[in-house]
């Protein structure tokens, strides 16, 4: 089988799939949910991962984040390779070099905003660069909102409070699930931006799985998976141009 590679647009790799491939179960019942995947994600881009459902897109991100494990091939962070690692390597490299945000905001409702913000650093004993941290919290505009609880705040305020938990320890890559997906169109808009000027004016990597094609317009580039394989890239994407593209998929996908 032939392999797909995509190149990033910067020199430097913030993360790299290469020949990566993970199956489930054995025989008549056996899925390949990645084919031989190699794609590397700059450094200071934001990528948004698409496809049809079943298409690997999740598969690949939580590969990729050291979420889940694959049955060959290759995944650097850096220059650490994820499969040397045994459990406690891996969970220190989740904890000090990447940021997550989830469709469920994952906040513990007994905590402050603020709190929230900085437990990743907190459970690590360190302390937040508070230069940093200010930035940080300027951007996403919840500098009066920072002493209430979750549940004092509303679904995108919760979600914003999520992307600065997982810029303030300053990762080498932050990987979103579907992160708008609990908001409406207002404040998931609100969310995007925030995630795009971190790449603009902090050099943040992100990379996100979407299927809104809305969503996917404020990344740098978008590419998309199909039965387990990268099928097709759009750079500078717009929403009508990603819109079409997937539109083309489910066609394919009716016709075949």
Partial sequence: ?????????????????????????MGETQVVALDKVSVDFGQGEFT????????????LMHCVAGLDSFSSGSVRIGDTELSTLKDKQLTKLR??????IFQAFNLLPTLTA????????DIAGRKP????????????????????????LSGGQQQRVAVARALAARPEII????????????????????LRNSVREMGQTVVMVTHDATA?????RVIFLADGRIVD????????????????????GRTS
């Fill in 1 to 25: 089988m032939t392999t797909t590679q995509i190149a990033p647009r910067s020199t430097a790799v913030a993360a790299r799939a290469s020949e990566l491939s993970k199956v489930y179960g």
């Fill in 233 to 252: 890239e759009i750079l500078n994407p717009t929403a009508d141009a990603v819109f079409d593209r997937m539109k083309a998929f489910d066609a394919k």
């Fill in 216 to 220: 996917a317009s404020y990344a740098n």
């Fill in 175 to 194: 990987f979103g699930d579907e992160p708008t997906g609990n908001l409406d169109s207002r404040s998931g808009a609100e969310v995007l931006g925030f």
């Fill in 95 to 100: 904890r000090d070099k990447i940021g997550f």
């Fill in 129 to 152: 660069d508070q230069q940093w941290l200010d930035q940080v919290i300027s951007m996403i505009g919840l500098a009066d909102r920072l002493g209430h609880r979750p549940t004092e």
């Fill in 114 to 121: 603020l709190e929230n913000i900085t437990l990743p650093m």
């Fill in 48 to 59: 948004a991962i698409m496809g049809p459902s079943g298409s690997g897109k999740s598969t």
